[in-house]
């Protein structure tokens, strides 16, 4: 853990610094919390909404971290969880059969007035969509946002191996989608 | 990269973009707005506690007044008073069982008879009579009986 991430830690659990400690740290995370939920949910408003209970989280149990994983890791961890919690709440009030989930994130990216991408970066996210919901996340964790292997193993609690597999897999598919449709 | 390469020629060309963009000045107003949140939150607990204590403490108060007198009233009471309904209990067991089943299965004719046999060596006390009595005959038969002799 950095010194940076670990005096946060250490000034959250003092209640005189407490405030000043937390705005340190949504100003740190922000913007890469942001844009991991964004890719998740598509939606500017979703994403918005997601990120401030992701933090609004943070605050309720600052006191429960454990310190075994790094901050990161751990904002993480309860991001991803907060996206996938709303887009299944989100698919159970739409009655959103699971087979159409993709096509409801598609409109979700269209129908998005901060979508700005040129016609080939619409058909990457079109690829993206089109995968698992867990391949689309570890893909997206590790094309876009570069983490280690070892990260992303203790953010979404699984194997490095099997992480490794699912990155293959997802990748395969989107250069697939992509050749496809030139 | 090399991996990617090796996977998926095609998509290691392109530029790893991200093509959503957000509202202007987004991250900067965003720990402002996120704060505002937190001190709202922190507003709404804090009298829901106090509204909980408001609304329970004067029911609280009277079931503690009501406690307080019942202890006062009750264990003066049950310390010294006698104890009455263990003595009627106690003269109740007290008549033989073996008695009362034999004197409430026992009927009018035969009763009348026993009475009237000289020779029989009665052993009826005028306490077991009017346990007989009591147990076989209402108050309006009693009073007839009466009436005709």
């Given at each position: 853990?950095?010194?940076?991430?670990?005096?946060?830690?250490?000034?959250?659990?003092?209640?005189?610094?407490?405030?000043?400690?937390?705005?340190?740290?949504?100003?740190?995370?922000?913007?890469?919390?942001?844009w991991h939920i964004r890719k998740m949910v598509?939606?500017?408003?979703?994403?918005?909404?997601?990120?401030?209970?992701?933090?609004?989280?943070?605050?309720?149990?600052?006191?429960?971290?454990?310190?075994?994983?790094?901050?990161?890791?751990?904002?993480?961890?309860?991001?991803?969880?907060?996206?996938?919690?709303?887009?299944?709440?989100?698919?159970?009030?739409?009655?959103?059969?699971?087979?159409?989930?993709?096509?409801?994130?598609?409109?979700?990216?269209?129908?998005?007035?901060?979508?700005?991408?040129?016609?080939?970066?619409?058909?990457?996210?079109?690829?993206?969509?089109?995968?698992?919901?867990?391949?689309?996340?570890?893909?997206?964790?590790?094309?876009?946002?570069?983490?280690?292997?070892?990260?992303?193993?203790?953010?979404?609690?699984?194997?490095?191996?099997?992480?490794?597999?699912?990155?293959?897999?997802?990748a395969k598919k989107v250069e697939e989608y992509?050749?496809?449709?030139? | 990269?090399?991996?990617?390469?090796?996977?998926?020629?095609?998509?290691?060309?392109?530029?790893?973009?991200?093509?959503?963009?957000?509202?202007?000045?987004?991250?900067?107003?965003?720990?402002?707005?996120?704060?505002?949140?937190?001190?709202?939150?922190?507003?709404?607990?804090?009298?829901?506690?106090?509204?909980?204590?408001?609304?329970?403490?004067?029911?609280?108060?009277?079931?503690?007044?009501?406690?307080?007198?019942?202890?006062?009233?009750?264990?003066p009471l049950k310390t010294f008073m006698p104890?009455?309904?263990?003595?009627?209990?106690?003269?109740?067991?007290?008549?033989?069982?073996?008695?009362?089943?034999?004197?409430?299965?026992?009927?009018?004719?035969?009763?009348?008879?026993?009475?009237?046999?000289?020779?029989?060596?009665?052993?009826?006390?005028?306490?077991?009579?009017?346990?007989?009595?009591?147990?076989?005959?209402?108050?309006?038969?009693?009073?007839?009986?009466?009436?005709?002799?």
């Amino acid at each position: 853990m950095s010194d940076s991430d670990q005096k946060i830690i250490a000034d959250l659990k003092d209640a005189n610094k407490r405030d000043l400690a937390f705005h340190v740290l949504v100003r740190t995370y922000q913007e890469r919390l942001y844009w991991h939920i964004r890719k998740m949910v598509m939606n500017h408003d979703d994403a918005d909404d997601i990120l401030q209970n992701t933090f609004m989280k943070v605050w309720r149990s600052i006191d429960t971290f454990r310190e075994e994983s790094s901050l990161f890791t751990w904002l993480y961890r309860i991001a991803t969880n907060e996206s996938i919690t709303f887009l299944n709440s989100k698919k159970k009030k739409s009655l959103i059969p699971l087979s159409e989930e993709n096509e409801y994130l598609m409109e979700n990216l269209m129908s998005d007035p901060y979508f700005e991408g040129e016609a080939i970066q619409l058909k990457l996210q079109q690829a993206i969509l089109r995968l698992p919901e867990k391949q689309r996340i570890v893909f997206n964790m590790k094309y876009f946002e570069e983490l280690k292997y070892e990260d992303m193993a203790q953010i979404l609690d699984t194997s490095v191996g099997a992480l490794k597999a699912s990155y293959h897999h997802a990748a395969k598919k989107v250069e697939e989608y992509i050749k496809s449709s030139d | 990269m090399d991996e990617l390469k090796n996977i998926a020629p095609e998509l290691s060309k392109l530029k790893k973009e991200v093509p959503f963009s957000t509202p202007e000045g987004y991250f900067d107003d965003f720990s402002a707005r996120l704060q505002m949140r937190i001190e709202a939150e922190k507003q709404t607990v804090a009298p829901r506690k106090t509204r909980f204590l408001q609304i329970f403490k004067p029911a609280l108060g009277l079931a503690a007044s009501f406690a307080l007198i019942f202890l006062l009233v009750y264990v003066p009471l049950k310390t010294f008073m006698p104890d009455q309904e263990n003595t009627v209990a106690v003269v109740t067991d007290s008549v033989d069982p073996n008695l009362m089943n034999v004197i409430e299965h026992l009927d009018e004719s035969s009763f009348f008879t026993m009475l009237d046999d000289d020779n029989t060596n009665s052993e009826f006390t005028d306490d077991e009579l009017t346990m007989y009595v009591s147990a076989n005959f209402n108050d309006y038969e009693i009073y007839e009986n009466l009436d005709i002799h």
